[in-house]
Nanobody
Framework: QVQLVESGGGLVQAGGSLRLSCAASGRTFTNYAMAWFRQAPGKEREFVARITWSDGITYYPNSMKGRFTISRDNAKNTVYLQANSLKAEDTAVYYC???????????????????WGQGTQVTVSS
């Protein structure tokens, strides 16, 4: 049974930083990619970043470049999201997801991911 468990969320002041973790278990993820999405109240789930397990290739939308960094520790089966210079508009539930191969057009879509974590709340106070 595949499990993705996020942790590291919390309340932080604007300008602060957080590191989110996603521990993966239940299958071999070698040929998979991991991603972070976020969802603010009343908004659609938004793609934040993606990384491949095998070679660590990352992808960020332009809106997330510079403040968010995704990384992975293969030995720990854990993916991280470092979030810096946080703003009030970064407040959301952050989700970890796992998926197989995807095209450049589809990798930002929730449909490209088969497995999801339960989410971790990040609240940025202004």
């Amino acid at each position: 049974q595949v499990q993705l468990v996020e942790s590291g969320g919390g309340l932080v002041q604007a300008g602060g930083s957080l590191r989110l973790s996603c521990a993966a278990s239940g299958r071999t993820f070698t040929n998979y990619a991991m991603a972070w999405f976020r969802q603010a109240p009343g908004k659609e789930r938004e793609f934040v970043a993606r990384i491949t397990w095998s070679d660590g290739i990352t992808y960020y939308p332009n809106s997330m470049k510079g403040r968010f960094t995704i990384s992975r520790d293969n030995a720990k089966n854990t993916v991280y999201l470092q979030a810096n210079s946080l703003k009030a508009e970064d407040t959301a539930v952050y989700y970890c997801a796992a998926g197989g191969r995807a095209t450049l057009q589809s990798l930002t879509s929730t449909g490209a991911y088969n497995y999801w974590g339960q989410g971790t709340q990040v609240t940025v106070s202004s």
